[in-house]
Nanobody, 123 residues
Framework: QVQLVESGGGLVQAGGSLRLSCAAS????????MGWFRQASGKEREFVAA????????SYSDSVKGRFTISRDNAKNTVYVQMNSLKPEDTAVYYC????????????????WGQGTQVTVSS
């Protein structure tokens, strides 16, 4: 099975940018559809973005569309999310996850999860 480790979180001012990375080990990243999810304090975990095996297809939640960009480098076994124009409401723990079904927003289709990285956006 694959192990996932997120990095790149931190504190940023509103309007700023961050790039999160998710490094995979144990199995080739190319075997998985990859997704990013987030969970704000006191709220349910929600879908952010997903990318197909080869990177040719992406999907975004309405709340981040146009601001976030998901990408992957299968040679480096890493998936990224570039987050621009950050807002205080983007504050959350961000998780990457791996799935072996076609690209999906459904959390229960992702079998493997990282430990999360905190993103805090100050106003």
């Amino acid at each position: 099975q694959v192990q996932l480790v997120e990095s790149g979180g931190g504190l940023v001012q509103a309007g700023g940018s961050l790039r999160l990375s998710c490094a995979a080990s144990g199995r080739p990243l190319s075997s998985y559809v990859m997704g990013w999810f987030r969970q704000a304090s006191g709220k349910e975990r929600e879908f952010v973005a997903a990318i197909s095996y080869s990177g040719g297809t992406t999907s975004y939640s309405d709340s981040v569309k146009g601001r976030f960009t998901i990408s992957r480098d299968n040679a480096k076994n890493t998936v990224y999310v570039q987050m621009n124009s950050l807002k205080p409401e983007d504050t959350a723990v961000y998780y990457c996850a791996a799935s072996q079904v076609p690209i999906t927003r459904h959390m229960d289709r992702y079998a493997y999860w990282g430990q999360g990285t905190q993103v805090t956006v100050s106003s």
